[in-house]
């Protein structure tokens, strides 16, 4: 991304200093008088005009939220749900709803939607219509939008033929039981705005003018009103009342006169101040907006978005957005796209938080400043306009969000908000990626129970207590012990920890490099007493990311004296994605000494027939999920495709987690040539390994 440039320093001249300083004196003292008019002013129209608006937010809220409220109350009621579930569901919404539309002063419309939102009963004013027609698509998109917003109704503004309508939805449900959200009806009301509706607004909210408009008009004050898919569909307008103009009126006589005679004295003077001191204050106000604002999407930045927050006299919530799959745009088209991506990216959410502020705190990252209780409604739309897919440069890109938010509970400041949301953040892109989630305490207590793990796990593998157990590989139709796979195993106070859960710590908090080389230095130590059967030690994605990586196997062989065409070295496909680059060059380093590599879980993710040629696997290893899918006839037929797969690539096939005979067989039958899994035998430590291999040969 480009540095923003900032303006050189202004050197003024002597003169130019000694000419402003007598300017701004005599302007001073001239203009107090006016400028304290003015302010007063203007602060008198700034303040009632704030004062309208906020009556204004508050009318359409409170107007919307009491039609919420009513369809919520309605929807949630057990008889209600019962006869929706049975054929004389329509009788029952006509008798119940429709019929009361006829003179209910709270609606005058009321819909109930099947789940399938096909049209199950509607009427206006007492008398049936057809919904899709008044209300096309918006509709539906409301009743789709009410499954976010639980626990409270979805509502917003649609324009029809007659006039603008607001109209809210909720899922018909019983009590205090949640069924399926996808058989539930939806129940719709809405309510004309008649000009008699708009008048009632003016007066209770005291907001003189009040009126309906498709579109703001400059030279009045308006608040849009929201459509289902967040964009306004109509605006409220007013005009000011003006009051300090009208107050400024009675003396700006006497002003005008004070301001005449001084400015033929110092005319000439002010001139050349006034262009000087412009000069001045154009540069200070770009510098301004360079620090605050982002170059390239014009959106705050981290000190805008700082500034925002402080000026707001409402607690604010706070939710920042991460981007998922950015930076493979970036790798993949390079910077132009990725910068253009950026632009519209930023244009997606002004759209998405028409009212609050939109930053950008740098790369991928947003941020977005909201009332608190519009912050989950924000999220689920920028979820939404994120979905649409961006063409760039003829290019269509699609990109994930990621959103964690946090509300300003117990007093908590910005730094401290910000943290709050960006461990929810965090926590989302932990779980999948992709949705949006809140901070909750619990977050902090993980992340310090994360902490108390991984001090522990550190100081385990410098003490050698993270040990290597042993489980068997065996030919698929002798049952002979070809091989032995090193699985780690840690042991603590507490009870024994789940490599599930010690190797993805390992990796993240770059333990994974000392805990890969102590099991390889144990793994091969007790191996050497096992002649004839190879040893497989997995290696993680990162660690065969580390440059050193060939060079650290290669000391630990030489330094047991281990045979290292008697190694394997598994795989998991990650290796493909993270720096594939690297990876090879010490694979082919690894495989000069003659260590073979094993291509692990295949199937459970997305590996590619090309991955598998281009890495030079020498053996894979199809994942359980595949082999527990084996009583089902597509899953068989998925593994005989599997196998011969590997088979035309020359590469022979292990089947991990091979719980049954009849599994065996099966695999046998595929042609897969080497099994592992509890049916042959359970990892164990060394003693117990070597009284199975003492046993297998008693048996023998
Ligand atoms: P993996 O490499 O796929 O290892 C096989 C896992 O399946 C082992 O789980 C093993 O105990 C389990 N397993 C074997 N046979 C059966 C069976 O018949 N049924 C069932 N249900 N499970 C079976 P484990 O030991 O919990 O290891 C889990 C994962 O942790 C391993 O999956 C591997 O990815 C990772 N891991 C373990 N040790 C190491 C290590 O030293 N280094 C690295 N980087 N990763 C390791
Ligand atoms: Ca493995
Ligand atoms: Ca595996």
Redesign the pocket.
């Known amino acids: 991304m480009p540095l923003p440039k900032f303006p050189k320093p202004i050197l003024l001249t002597k003169a130019a200093l000694g000419t402003l300083a007598f300017v701004s004196a005599l302007v001073i003292l001239s203009g107090l008088v006016t400028i304290a008019f003015s302010e007063m002013r203007r602060d008198a129209n700034w303040i009632d005009d704030a004062r309208a608006g906020q009556a204004a937010r508050a009318a359409i809220k409170s107007f919307q939220s009491r039609l919420g409220a009513t369809v919520r109350d309605n929807a949630i009621w057990d008889d209600a749900y019962l006869r929706m579930q049975s054929p004389a569901g329509a009788a029952w919404a006509y008798e119940n709803w429709g019929k009361v539309s006829a003179d209910y002063p709270l609606y005058d419309v009321a819909i109930v939607l099947t789940p399938t939102l096909g049209v199950l009963s509607a009427y206006k004013k007492g008398i049936a219509f057809d919904p899709m027609k008044d209300f096309g698509a918006g509709l539906l998109r409301l009743a789709a939008n009410s499954a976010a917003t639980e626990p409270a109704a979805s509502t917003a503004f649609i324009p029809t033929q007659e006039g603008l309508y607001v109209v809210a939805a909720d899922r018909i449900q019983p009590y205090d039981s949640r069924p399926e959200v996808s058989t539930l009806h939806t129940l719709v009301y809405a309510k004309l705005l008649t000009p008699d509706v708009v008048g009632q607004l003016e007066t209770t909210f005291d907001i003189t003018g009040l009126r309906l408009a498709p579109a703001p008009l400059q030279e009045e004050l308006s608040m849009p009103l929201l459509g289902p898919d967040g964009r306004a569909v109509a605006y409220f307008e007013w005009p000011s009342r003006l009051p300090g103009d009208q107050a400024f009126a009675h003396v700006h006589g006497y002003l005008i006169a004070a301001a005449m005679v001084l400015a033929c004295i110092f005319a000439g003077l002010l001139r050349v101040g006034i262009r000087t001191a412009g000069r001045h204050k154009n540069d200070a106000e770009r510098f301004r907006l360079r620090a605050s604002h982002d170059d390239l999407t014009g959106l705050a930045n981290r000190t805008g978005l700082a500034e925002a927050f402080d000026k707001r006299q409402l607690p604010a919530a706070l939710a920042i957005v991460d981007l998922d799959g950015f930076k493979e745009v970036n790798d993949a088209w390079g910077h132009d796209v990725g910068d253009s991506l950026i632009q519209g990216v930023a244009a997606r959410l002004r759209e998405a938080v028409p009212e609050g502020t939109v930053a950008r705190l740098g790369g991928d990252e947003f941020a977005l400043l909201t009332d608190p209780g519009e912050m989950s409604t924000v999220a689920a739309r920028v979820l939404t306009v994120m979905e649409r897919e961006f063409v760039i440069d003829g290019r269509t890109i699609e990109v994930g969000a990621s959103i964690g938010f946090a509300y300003p509970e117990d007093g908590c400041d910005r730094l401290e908000l910000m943290r709050r949301a960006d461990m929810a953040l965090y926590h989302v892109k932990e779980n999948g990626r992709g949705h949006a989630g809140s901070y909750l305490p619990e977050l902090d207590r993980d992340r310090a129970m994360r902490t108390g793990l991984e001090d522990r796990l550190r100081k385990a593998i410098a003490a050698g207590e993270v040990q290597p157990f042993f489980?068997p590989l065996v030919g698929s139709k002798s049952r002979e012990i070809k091989g032995v796979e090193?699985?780690?195993r840690w042991r603590t106070e507490a009870g024994p920890v789940?490599?599930?859960v010690f190797?993805p710590l390992a990796e993240r908090s770059g333990l994974?490099d000392d805990l890969?080389k102590l099991?390889l230095r144990q793994a091969l130590g007790a191996a050497m007493q096992w002649n004839g059967i190879y040893v497989s030690?997995?290696?993680?994605p990162s660690q065969l990311k580390n440059p050193r990586f060939a060079e650290d196997v290669i000391a630990i062989v030489y330094e047991t004296g281990f045979d290292p065409r008697r190694l394997m070295l598994?795989v998991t496909e990650g290796v493909l994605i993270a720096n594939p680059e690297q990876a090879k060059r010490s694979m082919e380093a690894l495989r000069k000494l003659g260590i073979k590599f094993a291509l692990?879980?295949f199937g459970s993710g997305y590996a590619s027939i090309g991955a598998l040629r281009e890495f030079g696997f020498d053996r894979m290893k199809v994942d359980?999920s595949l082999v527990v899918e084996l009583d089902d006839p597509k899953g068989l037929k998925i593994l005989n495709a599997t196998v011969a797969l590997a088979d035309a690539l020359g590469i022979s096939v292990t089947a991990?987690?091979?719980?049954t005979e009849k599994q065996a067989e099966a695999l046998f039958c595929a042609g897969c040539d080497q099994l592992?899994?509890?049916?042959v035998g359970r990892?164990m430590d060394v003693l117990q390994f070597n009284a199975f291999v003492a046993n297998r040969l008693a048996t023998a």
Do not use: T
């Open positions: 489980q090193a699985l780690a789940s490599p599930e190797i994974i890969g099991m030690v997995n290696v993680s598994e692990d879980d359980r991990e987690g091979v719980e592992q899994g509890y049916l990892p």
